[in-house]
């Protein structure tokens, strides 16, 4: 092995065992975010892993959209998939963007907070909802997750997937740490030729360009009352 990968490897477990020495923190720390209505107060516990609602029988995709605008921008994609009778396990980080997702979509998807990066909480996640694909949006990356997704072989798709300058720039810094990362991921669709290369150069392969999916998302609902 390389050196730069043995020290990309080294730095993924050092991230991990930081996690698994916090996680013991994470029940009064999500106490004190429902506190101030960043989590829902009856559903903490789905921030650990536990399933709130039964898998259903057959193919499952899980779709992590982690505020309002990238669960907006997966609407049409989601309805795609309900279409082909293919399930939908949605998760997002946000109170409202869960408001979103009940008003767009009702019950045709299955909807949960998204687990903690932390190992046992991801474990527990996978070991249930035991998905057949895992589709992100824009930019989210949670080195415990793809690593687990990876161990288990699920592949793991980017989609809209953007990198800002300021995040470019970063990931350059850690460059065999963000190879280690981004290589792990199946497919990454770009929304531009810009951010295509950039994932290119941290090790995303294969990258393809679609263009912003946001562009071609339906509306939000509006109230013609008003």
């Not at 101030?36 to 193919?59: I, M, Q, T, V």
């Not at 045709?108 to 991801?122: E, G, K, N, R, S």
Request: proline content about 6%; overall charge positive.
């Amino acid at each position: 092995m390389a050196l730069s990968e043995a020290l990309a490897s080294f730095a993924v477990k050092c991230y991990s065992w930081f996690g698994a020495a916090v996680y013991p923190l994470t029940g009064p720390l999500l106490a004190y975010r429902a506190a101030k209505g960043k989590e829902d107060r009856s559903r903490r516990a789905e921030r650990l892993g536990y399933a709130s609602l039964e898998r259903p029988f057959g193919p499952l995709v899980w779709i992590h959209a982690a505020s309002v605008g990238e669960t907006t921008a997966v609407v049409p994609l989601m309805r795609e998939l309900r279409r082909r009778d293919i399930h939908v396990l949605l998760t997002t980080g946000t109170v409202t963007s869960a408001a979103v997702a009940r008003s767009r979509l009702g019950d045709t998807v299955i909807h949960q907070y998204v687990p903690l990066d932390f190992l046992p909480a991801v474990r527990r996640f996978l070991d249930y909802w035991q998905p057949d694909a895992a589709i992100g949006v824009e930019s989210e990356i949670w080195p415990t997750t793809l690593t687990e997704l990876r161990r288990r072989h699920i592949p793991q798709i980017l989609v809209n997937a953007r990198m800002s300058d300021r995040s470019f720039d970063r990931w350059q810094r850690y460059k065999s740490v963000a190879e280690a990362l981004f290589g792990k991921l199946a497919l990454v669709i770009a929304q531009s030729d810009v951010d295509a290369e950039r994932f290119r150069d941290l090790g995303a392969w294969p990258v393809i360009v679609s263009g912003n999916i946001k562009v071609d998302s339906d509306a939000p609902p509006s109230d013609e009352t008003v």
